[in-house]
């Protein structure tokens, strides 16, 4: 059968650009034993996907110039050549092999498939219920270690990571402040997810007051999602004994140079401050400890999501690069 995918042309330099990815046609064989066809539904774009572009030392290897970009998504069996699955399943990749390629039709070995519950929203797996949820979760439980009474600030708020931190906090009793841009998602945060205080960051030229106004007693965590300026303010808030998860750097992932800002090491020294840089793949013997926990508070209404969905597979290399100019309040999917 003819499919398409979408290959990495060429790696940028800087930010993404349409030259950055190559739509080709290619002939798709009959799957062999052991093989199963699938139908990919959702794709998922995220911010660590830009690292990938790069060829540099991290903790996943780079995607390959001219193959197939890939990243998390959902898929329906079509035809099965494994006996633990029939046509119709809903799948996701597992078993070491944690995403699909971006093509329109998809061959992957049974051994690296795991069925999903299709009672469940199938774009949850890759938000609340996948790795942006168990990425805030983790980080936030393991890393902030949230106290009842405590102030907890989170950038990127209104994206995937930071939705759900934000509630999470919100249920272990803390004072929590997000950081996000545009009125929209500040309204969003304080109106539909229960944000104690939000600031836009992009309309206000004065971060350091606006923080210090949001957080009157000082902050005892900073879920770092952003980097950059953001983090160079809340910095100057911590108290004693904060803890910073850092989880992503999207304020920096295009920079064509080092960045220089202030150190941060006279801080961390001068209030005995935590700050632990971590991946959700660290936690991967604990998944099922995150998603359980996750669903019980989905499924009792303590947990609301957001989705920004764009349909079309054409529609990928445009979904991923929206992440970076802040396109999405929460999750951003693409519905094939």
Not at 111 to 140: C, E, N, Q
Not at 300 to 313: D, R
Request: aromatic share 10%; hydrophobic share 40%; with cysteine.
């Amino acid at each position: 059968m003819k499919i398409q995918q979408i290959l990495l042309n060429e790696r940028p330099e800087g930010l993404p650009t349409a030259d950055t990815f190559k739509t080709v046609t290619t002939e798709l064989p009959a799957p062999a034993n052991g093989e199963v066809l699938l139908q990919p539904l959702y794709f998922s774009v995220d911010p660590y996907m830009r690292g990938r572009m790069s060829d540099a030392r991290s903790y996943i290897p780079p995607f390959r110039v001219r193959e197939p970009i890939e990243s998390g998504g959902v898929a329906t069996v079509v035809e099965s050549k494994d006996p633990r699955f029939t046509a119709g399943d809903l799948v996701m990749p597992g078993g070491g092999r944690n995403f699909f390629p971006w093509a329109t039709g998809i061959l992957f070995p049974g051994d690296h498939l795991r069925k999903i519950d299709g009672s469940i929203s199938p774009s949850y797996y890759l938000g609340v219920l996948g790795m942006p949820g168990l990425t805030a979760y983790f980080g936030l439980m393991d890393i902030g270690k949230p106290k009842a009474g405590e102030t907890v600030v989170i950038s990127g708020a209104a994206g995937a990571v930071g939705l759900v931190a934000g509630q999470i906090a919100r249920l272990q009793g803390c004072r929590v402040v997000g950081i996000a841009g545009g009125e929209e998602k500040v309204k969003m945060l304080t109106g539909e997810f229960n944000f104690d205080a939000a600031i836009n960051y992009k309309d206000n030229k004065h971060l350091d007051e606006a923080i210090a106004a949001a957080c009157p007693n000082g902050v005892d965590i900073y879920f770092d999602n952003v980097g950059g300026e953001i983090s160079d303010a809340v910095m100057q808030h911590l108290n004693f004994f904060a803890r910073i998860p850092v989880c992503g750097q999207i304020a920096l992932y295009n920079s064509t140079e080092v960045p220089m800002g202030p150190r941060v090491q006279p801080t961390l020294i001068k209030f005995s401050v935590l700050m632990q840089g971590f991946t959700i793949g660290n936690y991967a013997p604990r998944y099922g400890e995150g998603m359980q926990q996750l669903g019980e508070w989905i499924r009792a209404g303590k947990i609301k999501y957001a989705e920004t969905v764009i349909e079309g597979f054409d529609q990928l290399p445009t979904a991923l690069l929206g992440l970076f100019s802040g396109k999405n309040s929460g999750k951003m999917i693409v519905k094939v």
